[in-house]
């Protein structure tokens, strides 16, 4: 971006979001310098209502970018990989695993465990599938193709969920998985699931999951989430509109997508994904609503845009964010 990118003291509404927009994208590369950090806070105090277009801006460029077609990193069989930022653990001879994990006895199969820190989500491809592991998660992975042989009523699970989230995009082969002592088989779906006080949530954007519990065998449909609970209870379907779609599948790209959503609740899905803690030191600031798109992996970009926003005060001191 070049300095006669600034934007005119008083813009025309369409040359203000033409601005916004460039202004967004110029953010996703990257950190900005501090020449061009200076130019985008002009920008923003030039006109109150900069803010508003650039957070709009935001918006729209993430809702284009989790639209379009996905390159998964691929899961390599049978040997460990050394990568930046993961962990895995190959074990060998895992019989005993495999045993707790397959409804049915088949060969041993390798397994490798996945485990995320305080990073960014990471995908992988699993068979035909895209699997995406979120931040301070893990699972066990079979490393072929045997621990989803015969995939139907009987099928074993697969992968097994051990904390936090995973995202399945399911191809036409069935992937199984288990979680919380409940096992989940789709084909061509796409859903998330996630591990909260040992029971699951299921967020199921297209088509439809078995789940089984026990003897009992139920078919989860898409768009919806299901809270599942111990003692039989078949789970209910809460809907799930586009928009909240777009909002839950978000944190696959590492976005928190808002909508008027309380300041308190918006700073806690940072602290998943860094060291670094944003704080609020006022109740009146806690109980403000905040709109947008941001990425959970800056948060001292999230804090400015709220100081901005909120028109409160931040300080900065190490790995501490202060709002106050």
């Known amino acids: 971006m070049t300095d006669d990118s600034g934007p005119a003291a008083s813009p025309r509404p369409d040359a203000r979001t033409e601005q916004a927009g460039r202004w967004a994208a110029r953010h996703d590369r990257g950190p900005l310098p501090p020449p061009e950090r200076a130019r985008f806070d002009r920008w923003l105090n030039d006109d109150s209502r900069n803010l508003g ?8 460029y993430r809702a284009l970018n989790y639209t379009t077609a996905e390159t998964p990193l691929p899961l390599q069989p049978g040997r460990a990989q050394a990568a930046t930022g993961r962990r895995r653990v190959l074990a060998g001879a895992a019989a005993a695993c495999a045993a707790g994990l397959l409804a049915r006895p088949v060969p041993p199969d ?4 996945l485990r995320r820190e305080q990073e960014a989500p990471r995908r992988y491809a699993w068979q035909d599938a895209t699997i995406t592991l979120d931040a301070l998660s893990a699972a066990y992975v079979p490393a072929s193709a045997e621990a989803n042989r015969g995939a139907g009523q009987d099928a074993g699970q697969g992968i097994r969920v051990l904390s936090g989230r995973v995202g399945v995009q ?21 859903f998330d699931l996630a591990l909260e006080s040992a029971l699951p949530t299921l967020v199921a954007y297209r088509g439809a999951i078995l789940l089984s519990d026990g003897g009992r065998h139920t078919v989860l449909r898409g768009p919806a989430i299901y809270r599942l609970a111990d003692g039989g209870a078949v789970p209910a379907a809460h809907p799930l509109t586009p928009t909240g779609a777009l909002a839950r599948r978000a ?14 609740e918006a700073v806690a899905q940072f602290s998943r994904y860094s060291h670094t803690r944003i704080e609020i030191a006022s109740d009146r600031i806690a109980r403000d609503r905040v709109t947008g798109s941001f990425n959970l992996l800056r948060p001292a ?13 931040l300080t ?9």
């Open 53 to 60: 277009a650039y957070v709009r801006a935001q918006a729209i």
């Open 110 to 113: 390798r397994i490798t465990l």
């Open 170 to 190: 399911a191809a036409r082969r069935t992937v199984g998985l288990s979680a919380g002592g409940f096992l989940f088989h789709a084909a061509d779906a796409d």
């Open 251 to 264: 944190w696959r790209d590492a976005q928190s997508v808002l909508s008027n959503t309380p300041l308190a």
């Open 301 to 313: 970009e999230f804090a400015r845009s709220v100081q901005r926003l909120l028109g409160c005060h």
């Open 316 to 324: 900065e001191s190490g790995n501490r964010l202060i709002l106050s």
